[in-house]
């Protein structure tokens, strides 16, 4: 779980998807999305009984922060 999207925010309207759909929006594997989230460096999920869900401004907040990460921190994965 990245640490800028911990807040809490409205998600009155907005979508909540499931893994397979979070992967196909951030174009990435559903192996990946878990891997990530095992690790605790993918976007904020939630889980509803024993399923993963994410919510799309998560996602969108989540690609921002990776966007916006200096250069040298990329490289450390």
Do not use: C
Not at 8 to 36: P, Q
């Amino acid at each position: 779980m990245s640490t800028a999207t911990k807040g809490n925010h409205d998600h009155a309207d907005d979508e909540i998807l499931s893994i397979e759909e979070a992967a196909a929006f951030l174009r990435s594997s559903v192996g990946t999305m878990r891997y990530w989230r095992h690790l605790g460096i993918g976007p904020r999920s939630i889980k509803v009984g024993r399923h993963v869900r994410y919510w799309r401004t998560d996602l969108i907040l989540w690609l921002i922060e990776q966007t916006n990460r200096p250069e040298h921190h990329r490289d450390a994965r």
